[in-house]
């Protein structure tokens, strides 16, 4: 189950995993970023640190190269985390319309143009989102976070694969999810 609270509290860095994720500008890698979004004490910080030392290596040019090789070109590391697992069936379609409803029971205008399992406009989501004390709010994100938990790791696998840079990003991603679900607690603790 995942625990409100705790995802409330982090969703700040879902800002910095939306704008790292989305193509790459001037302003993505510019050290006020790092600075507005970043503390030490984000889980999977050391891999936040590597991916962003990393990207700090190459120009934009070559980022934006990257990232179209990447994730344009790579059908296994694609953004859309349902595609992977579901391609163009019946049960994509249905998630998407569900991920849909959520995004606009919540108040995000969704672009026509953008298909709902879209992993930036899934962290954009959640850092601009406003569910504190939504009754609807624990269904709702607990679905969320199992369609990034299970898209994000066919990402990450073939992120790693093609040796990408990208790969810190997403493996800190998912500890950050990872750290937002309450562990149930047995009566004998």
């Not at 189950?1 to 790459?24: C, R």
């Not at 934006?64 to 985390?81: I, V």
């Not at 269904?139 to 994000?152: K, P």
């Not at 990208?166 to 004998?188: D, F, G, M, P």
Request: hydrophobic share 40%; aromatic share 16%; glycine share 4%.
């Amino acid at each position: 189950m995942i625990n409100l609270d705790l995802l409330y509290e982090k969703k700040h860095i879902f800002g910095f995993f939306s704008h790292q994720l989305n193509y790459p500008e001037k302003l993505t890698f510019h050290p006020d970023m790092w600075n507005e979004y970043v503390t030490e004490d984000a889980a999977g910080y050391e891999d936040l640190q590597l991916y962003w030392e990393t990207m700090q290596t190459y120009s934009l040019d070559e980022i934006q190269e990257m990232y179209t090789y990447t994730f344009d070109f790579q059908k296994d590391a694609t953004l859309f985390m349902t595609y992977v697992k579901f391609a163009d069936s019946k049960e994509r379609g249905q998630t998407l319309a569900q991920l849909k409803v959520l995004y606009e029971m919540f108040g995000l205008e969704m672009p026509d143009e953008e298909l709902s399992d879209l992993l930036p406009l899934m962290c954009e989501f959640i850092y601009a989102a406003e569910w504190k004390g939504d009754p609807r709010a624990q269904q709702s994100f607990t679905m969320l976070l199992a369609v990034i938990e299970d898209g994000s790791y066919f990402l990450m696998k073939a992120l790693e694969k093609y040796e990408s840079p990208w790969l810190h990003l997403i493996r800190a991603l998912r500890e950050t999810c990872k750290s937002c679900i309450q562990r149930e607690v047995s009566a004998n603790d």
